[in-house]
């Protein structure tokens, strides 16, 4: 089983990750998977490599064959694996702002990904993709924004043991539809 762990940068997903880790988890981390590769063009200013995303998509699918067991993959990009459900991390635009700019993002890097979240534009691009595969009904979204780490891990290994168990009719109140950052990004204009 692949679980692809997505969400927009700044929303936690890699902190989720390493705690998943920790709790003896397979987890593959997307961002040293490309520059192992080295297929891709160099880091731009804040450390994000372009891809090409069929590319990237092709080498997911060859690298996916040789999984066994459960395994996590984080990134933003990972719901281009050919994951069994995508779990979409989204927090406050907010928050993401907050946390991408004590990361020392450009300002307008920041924003980017802010509107990003605001829009729901990891979601709706991880909805288009299992959709290509006749999965939609197998990505989730949850508001992780007040939770801690463990909570959120807490939160996948439950996504994770319904999976396994087919019992999809628990995982519906996840389904996307449920995040709404309208009256949020708004007030930015």
């Not at 060859?62 to 989204?90: C, F, I, K, M, Q």
């Not at 996840?174 to 990004?185: A, F, H, L, N, S």
Request: hydrophobic share 40%.
């Amino acid at each position: 089983m692949l679980i692809a762990l997505s969400g927009t940068p700044g929303c936690g997903k890699t902190t989720a990750a390493e705690e998943l880790e920790a709790r003896g988890y397979q987890v593959h981390y997307l961002t040293g998977m490309i520059e192992g590769w080295g297929q891709f063009g160099p880091p731009d200013e804040t450390g994000s490599v372009p891809v090409d995303v069929d590319e990237l998509r092709d080498l997911l699918g060859t690298w996916a064959e040789g999984l066994r067991g459960v395994n996590v993959l984080d990134g933003h990009l990972s719901y281009l694996a050919p994951a069994d459900a995508v779990l979409v991390l989204r927090a406050d635009p907010d928050t993401i702002r907050k946390r991408l700019s004590s990361r020392n993002y450009p300002e307008g890097k920041v924003m980017e990904n802010a509107e990003a979240e605001g829009i729901s534009s990891v979601l709706i691009y991880a909805l288009m993709e299992m959709k290509d595969r006749g999965r939609e009904e197998r990505v989730f979204e949850r508001d992780i924004t007040d939770l801690t780490p463990g909570e959120c891990a807490d939160w996948a290994v439950k996504m994770i043991s319904a999976l396994k168990g087919e019992d999809l009719k628990s995982l519906v109140r996840y389904r996307p539809g449920k995040v709404d950052w309208t009256e949020v990004i708004s007030g930015w204009y």
